[in-house]
């Protein structure tokens, strides 16, 4: 079984490139892999996911 997890990232406009890859490795980290990306009315959303039952 499977679980996701939705993040709304607040990139700001300096080092947005950083600031992405930051939050990629740190959920990483924690074993989440990522799913999509998706841009909506301007906001970005970073959806991972990662089994359950690990």
């Known amino acids: ?16 490139s950083e600031k992405l890859e930051e939050i990629l490795n740190n959920h990483a980290k924690q074993g989440w892999e990522l799913h999509t990306v998706t841009k909506h009315e301007g906001f970005i959303q970073v959806i991972f996911e990662r089994n359950k039952n690990r």
């Open 1 to 16: 079984m499977k679980e996701y997890k939705v993040v709304k990232p607040s990139l700001g406009w300096k080092d947005r």
